[in-house]
């Protein structure tokens, strides 16, 4: 099964940028559904941004959409979350996921997801 580790988070003011790796191991990224979600203190986790297998869709949700991309590097087993434009309410612990599929649409659901990374902490100060 693959193992989600993240790196690249850190404090950052608003308008900055950072961008966020998900290395993968004991598996290929080729045939996972790959998403990034955060979780706010006090708040549910919420879907950031997903990549079909093929990379060839991206999804996002409104509070991002046009400041952060998703991709994927097949060479290197990992998927990136650039972040710019960044904004104080976009603090949050931010978590890779993966799920093992045979399709090539994005997914946002996070029950959807089976593997998990543990974790990036992201803080946007204003």
């Known amino acids: 099964q693959v193992q989600l580790v993240e790196s690249g988070g850190g404090l950052v003011q608003a308008g900055g940028s950072l961008r966020l790796s998900c290395a993968a191991s004991g598996g290929t990224i080729s045939t996972y559904g790959m998403g990034w979600f955060r979780q706010a203190p006090g708040k549910e986790r919420e879907f950031v941004a997903a990549?079909?297998?093929?990379?060839?869709?991206?999804s996002y949700a409104g509070s991002v959409k046009g400041r952060f991309t998703i991709s994927r590097d097949y060479a290197k087993n990992t998927v990136y979350l650039q972040m710019n434009s960044l904004k104080p309410e976009d603090t949050a612990v931010y978590y890779c996921?993966?799920?093992?599929?045979?399709?090539?649409?994005?997914?946002?659901?996070?029950?959807?997801?089976?593997?998990w990374g543990q974790g990036t902490q992201v803080t946007v100060s204003s």
């Open positions: 996921a993966a799920v093992r599929t045979l399709g090539y649409n994005t997914i946002r659901q996070s029950d959807e997801y089976n593997y």
């Open positions: 990549i079909s297998r093929s990379g060839g869709s991206t």
